[in-house]
């Protein structure tokens, strides 16, 4: 579940800020997918702590990539933390990240569960979020 607001036409851009997020941020939340749900309820954690928060949808890397350096720069700006959250692999995200945070994905697969008992065995809550980002800017 998302906030209301959002212009899903910006997903043909590869990327977008997704609505309802802080405009003076510390610290940037991205994924690619569901993650970004995960992403909202962390950010509602963080925002409990007076941590300010931009999320950031990023359905295409290549088509974000392929924007001009200005609209990228806008979405996730240099020189501010990024935490990124994917159910695939870290190295999905870490190229958007960059030495600016740290990626929360998985290393292997093959688990088989429902997907509440997976999500909490494998870190992908807004608890885990909030932990993560938390240490992230320590």
Same mark, same amino acid.
């Given at each position: 579940?998302?906030?209301?607001?959002?212009?899903y036409n910006q997903a043909e !851009?590869?990327?977008?800020?997704? %609505? $309802?997020?802080?405009?003076?941020?510390?610290?940037?939340?991205? #994924?690619? =997918?569901?993650?970004?749900?995960?992403?909202?309820?962390?950010?509602?954690?963080?925002?409990?702590?007076?941590?300010?928060?931009?999320?950031?949808?990023?359905?295409?890397?290549?088509?974000?990539?392929?924007?001009?350096?200005?609209?990228?720069?806008?979405?996730?700006?240099?020189?501010? !933390?990024?935490?990124?959250?994917? %159910? $695939?692999?870290?190295?999905?995200?870490?190229?958007?990240?960059? #030495?600016? =945070?740290?990626?929360?994905?998985?290393?292997?697969?093959?688990?088989?569960?429902?997907?509440?008992?997976?999500?909490?065995?494998?870190?992908?809550?807004?608890?885990?979020?909030?932990?993560?980002?938390?240490?992230?800017?320590?």
């Amino acid at each position: 579940m998302l906030p209301e607001g959002n212009d899903y036409n910006q997903a043909e !851009k590869g990327a977008y800020v997704v %609505a $309802g997020s802080d405009e003076k941020f510390d610290v940037i939340l991205l #994924a690619s =997918g569901s993650e970004v749900s995960t992403l909202e309820a962390g950010a509602k954690l963080l925002r409990e702590d007076g941590v300010k928060v931009r999320i950031v949808s990023v359905p295409s890397e290549g088509l974000f990539r392929s924007q001009s350096k200005e609209y990228q720069q806008s979405i996730l700006p240099a020189g501010v !933390k990024k935490f990124g959250l994917t %159910a $695939g692999l870290p190295v999905n995200l870490e190229g958007l990240v960059g #030495a600016d =945070g740290t990626v929360w994905g998985l290393e292997s697969f093959g688990f088989s569960a429902p997907y509440k008992v997976l999500d909490e065995k494998l870190g992908f809550t807004g608890e885990n979020v909030y932990n993560q980002v938390k240490k992230l800017l320590a």
